[in-house]
């Protein structure tokens, strides 16, 4: 017997499978990212090197940047050390630390074709490894331009949603509410929204991990100027109608919320998720409102409000 009633059958398991979940794991990361482990891959797929250093975050970004201009200076110290630290002309290095220093900074001279003339090359295979690492920087830096434009050009989504959902009244009833606020300053235009619940259950003796859709109040807006509050209207309809906590609990629920809107700025569509457990819910509170009006009448976002909750009582 299914745990949760429903006013439809539905059988789309937005792509998560319907093994049930164990030990209230997510489906889903607050991040909207799966939460899943990959195992049985490469630790490097050199076809896949530019989708993870323009999705990597900033600190390892610069860290992988960093790591890998200390290797190829440290290679090329090496290299001018093998071929003959006399041939660097300038080097005053005498013993083998300041030899190879005094190389590692003429490779990173050469490789950013900066270039003080303290040192220079001296003979023909110095020189020849001297005018490829120069080719080599011109071609490494233009790279790494490329890469630090296509992270400041790829189109992001800076909504922020409430790290609750709530249960407060609602028309007479209750509604399973949370919210969301952009945190950009651009405009966000053709916003929609949908809601998941999913859940384990057991069909025909066998636990599953179900997936419904939860009905929303507003699913569609055309323009997010303040923050917007999604309602799900807990009616006869609902699955969550005349549901505990302690009923949640046991079926393990966790809702999805998923985003999509037209980026003005980016002049393209973004997208973002979030997730809530049935320990994210807060019953019988509502949320503070985030905006009023200040002494000029001018409308004022309180950005700090998002997560702000009230106690109420449901009738």
């Known amino acids: 017997m299914?745990?949760?009633r429903r006013k439809v059958q539905f059988n789309d398991d937005l792509g998560f499978g319907s093994t049930p979940v164990i030990k209230n794991q997510r489906v889903l990361n607050t991040d909207g990212t799966?939460?899943?482990?990959?195992?049985?891959?490469?630790?490097?797929?050199f076809d896949d090197t530019y989708t993870r250093l323009v999705t990597m975050s900033w600190p390892r970004f610069f860290m992988v940047i960093l790591i890998t201009y200390l290797i190829v200076n440290t290679l090329f110290a090496v290299a001018?050390?093998?071929?003959?630290?006399?041939?660097?002309?300038?080097?005053?290095?005498?013993?083998?630390?300041?030899q190879f220093f005094d190389a590692f900074f003429f490779s990173a001279q050469t490789i950013s074709t900066v270039g003080y003339g303290h040192i220079s090359p001296q003979g023909f295979i110095t020189s020849v490894l001297a005018a490829f690492e120069s080719m080599l920087g011109l071609l490494a830096f233009a790279l790494a331009t490329g890469l630090l434009y296509g992270r400041f050009s790829?189109?992001?989504?800076?909504?922020?949603?409430?790290?609750?959902?709530?249960i407060a009244p609602y028309q007479n009833r209750s509604?399973?509410?949370?919210?969301?606020?952009?945190?950009?300053?651009?405009?966000?235009?053709?916003?929609?929204?949908?809601?998941?619940?999913?859940?384990n259950e057991t069909i025909?003796?066998?636990?599953?991990?179900?997936?419904?859709?939860?009905?929303?109040?507003?699913?569609?807006?055309?323009?997010?100027?303040?923050?917007w509050t999604l309602v799900h209207p807990i009616t006869d309809d609902s699955?969550?109608?005349?549901?505990?906590?302690?009923?949640?609990?046991?079926?393990?629920?966790?809702?999805?919320?998923?985003?999509?809107?037209?980026?003005?700025?980016f002049a393209q569509?973004?997208?973002?998720?979030?997730?809530?457990?049935d320990e994210d819910i807060e019953w019988n509170a509502k949320f503070e409102i985030m905006h009023y009006h200040n002494e000029e009448g001018k409308t004022v976002l309180d950005y700090s409000l998002l997560d702000k909750t009230l106690p109420t009582s449901i009738s």
């Open 80 to 98: 001018y050390n093998i071929i003959g630290i006399q041939n660097l002309d300038g080097a005053k290095g005498i013993t083998l630390r300041d």
């Open 175 to 199: 509604g399973l509410m949370c919210r969301l606020v952009n945190l950009r300053r651009n405009s966000l235009i053709d916003i929609e929204v949908q809601m998941f619940m999913t859940y």
């Open 269 to 277: 569509t973004i997208h973002t998720r979030t997730s809530y457990q």
């Open 154 to 166: 790829r189109p992001t989504s800076k909504v922020s949603f409430s790290k609750k959902m709530v």
């Open 2 to 4: 299914a745990f949760f």
């Open 239 to 265: 699955p969550l109608f005349e549901k505990s906590l302690e009923e949640l609990k046991v079926a393990e629920v966790e809702v999805f919320v998923i985003l999509k809107a037209f980026d003005d700025t």
């Open 34 to 45: 799966p939460n899943i482990e990959r195992t049985g891959l490469p630790w490097f797929k």
């Open 204 to 227: 025909d003796g066998k636990l599953k991990r179900s997936f419904y859709p939860l009905e929303l109040e507003r699913s569609k807006i055309s323009v997010l100027s303040l923050n």
